[in-house]
């Protein structure tokens, strides 16, 4: 079953992924392609958002959508962080997939002048879900995002989506110079990114409070640029705020820590644009049946 959730906007998707019929299979796993002309989305003008069939991550925007007579679903943007390029076994095409969950989308083409933005995202109907705007105007209220860095992004997620109210938890990267990190890229220390964990929640059964302070509780914000063996500034404690009002939350919940003896290092900075990480770092801990290393609940307030 497939549980879409929107917020701000956009529209996000809980962490799960939806069983496929074995022709979805056929082009979402294996990276087959529908027969042009058939898709249900290619001659399709409803204003919504399109999302990932295996997974309802946000992918593309009607707005974006343009008919560019191929037989297939065409967009000239995607939704920031939501698409995944690589090079396609033909070694010729640009593959593109669900940066959420690896699903085969289609493939990308630029420089043919369409548009303006020269681009092209020719994709399968069949790997994609549709929400028409109406139902995200409705329901865009009800759920908020916070974004915590405090060492492993294994450990914060799993620890966060332990919480009553939480409804997902992304793991990524925020803070850096580069655009759309690889994992390999933050290790080096030198693109800026802190590793963290984007939490879409419910207000009305969590707050963002609560939440903060249950950051503060898994992880050790007096240790500077590393969270036990992890070491690096990349594993670095800090909260990355949405709102005037997360950041008076952050600096009053470090007030009281300091007030009670912490030497609290977490700094508050406003959130730029938070980058998923690969899908192998999703759900590490549920897929892999274990506990956080150096993640663990500790009284401090």
Same mark, same amino acid.
């Given at each position: 079953?497939?549980?879409?959730?929107l917020?701000?906007?956009?529209?996000?998707?809980?962490?799960?992924?939806?069983?496929?019929?074995?022709?979805?299979?056929?082009?979402i796993?294996?990276?087959?392609?529908?027969?042009?002309?058939?898709?249900?989305?290619?001659?399709?003008?409803?204003?919504?958002?399109?999302?990932?069939?295996?997974?309802?991550a946000?992918?593309?925007?009607?707005?974006?959508?343009?008919?560019?007579?191929?037989?297939?679903?065409?967009?000239?943007?995607?939704?920031?962080?939501?698409?995944?390029?690589?090079?396609?076994?033909?070694?010729?095409r640009?593959?593109?997939?669900?940066?959420?969950? &690896?699903?085969? #989308? +289609?493939?990308?083409f630029?420089? $043919?002048? !369409?548009?303006?933005?020269?681009?092209?995202?020719? /994709?399968?109907?069949?790997s994609?879900?549709?929400?028409?705007?109406?139902?995200v105007?409705?329901?865009?209220?009800?759920?908020?995002?916070?974004?915590?860095?405090?060492?492993?992004?294994?450990?914060?997620?799993?620890?966060?989506?332990?919480?009553?109210?939480?409804?997902?938890?992304v793991?990524?990267?925020?803070?850096?110079?580069?655009?759309?990190?690889?994992?390999?890229?933050?290790?080096?220390?030198?693109?800026?990114?802190?590793?963290?964990?984007?939490?879409?929640?419910?207000?009305a059964?969590?707050?963002?409070?609560?939440?903060?302070?249950?950051?503060?509780e898994?992880?050790?914000?007096?240790?500077?640029?590393?969270? &036990?063996?992890? #070491? +690096?500034?990349?594993?670095?404690? $800090?909260? !990355?705020?949405?709102s005037?009002?997360?950041?008076? /939350?952050?600096?009053?919940?470090?007030g009281?820590?300091?007030?009670?003896?912490?030497?609290?290092?977490?700094?508050?900075?406003?959130?730029?644009?938070?980058?998923?990480?690969?899908?192998?770092?999703?759900?590490?801990?549920?897929?892999?049946?274990?506990?956080?290393?150096?993640?663990?609940?500790?009284?401090?307030?």
């Amino acid at each position: 079953m497939l549980v879409v959730l929107l917020t701000a906007g956009t529209v996000n998707a809980q962490t799960m992924t939806k069983e496929l019929t074995p022709e979805e299979k056929r082009v979402i796993i294996d990276k087959g392609t529908e027969r042009p002309f058939t898709g249900k989305y290619y001659d399709f003008k409803e204003a919504g958002t399109y999302l990932c069939k295996r997974c309802g991550a946000p992918l593309y925007r009607s707005e974006d959508k343009f008919d560019s007579g191929c037989g297939w679903p065409s967009f000239d943007d995607e939704i920031p962080g939501a698409v995944k390029r690589s090079l396609d076994a033909d070694g010729r095409r640009t593959e593109i997939s669900c940066a959420r969950c &690896g699903a085969h #989308l +289609g493939h990308v083409f630029t420089g $043919e002048g !369409f548009t303006t933005k020269n681009t092209r995202h020719c /994709v399968n109907s069949i790997s994609m879900e549709f929400v028409p705007a109406r139902s995200v105007k409705d329901m865009q209220q009800k759920t908020a995002e916070a974004i915590f860095a405090g060492g492993c992004f294994w450990g914060v997620e799993h620890m966060m989506q332990k919480q009553p109210g939480v409804i997902s938890v992304v793991s990524g990267y925020i803070g850096g110079t580069v655009d759309n990190p690889t994992y390999e890229q933050v290790c080096t220390k030198k693109t800026g990114h802190a590793e963290a964990v984007k939490v879409t929640y419910d207000p009305a059964k969590v707050s963002y409070e609560t939440l903060a302070r249950l950051f503060f509780e898994i992880h050790d914000p007096t240790q500077t640029d590393g969270q &036990g063996p992890d #070491l +690096g500034p990349q594993y670095r404690s $800090e909260i !990355f705020y949405l709102s005037p009002e997360q950041k008076a /939350v952050a600096e009053k919940l470090i007030g009281q820590l300091k007030a009670n003896g912490y030497d609290v290092v977490t700094k508050v900075t406003r959130a730029t644009r938070f980058w998923p990480a690969e899908t192998y770092h999703q759900d590490y801990y549920v897929r892999k049946g274990t506990e956080p290393y150096c993640h663990t609940y500790t009284k401090r307030f």
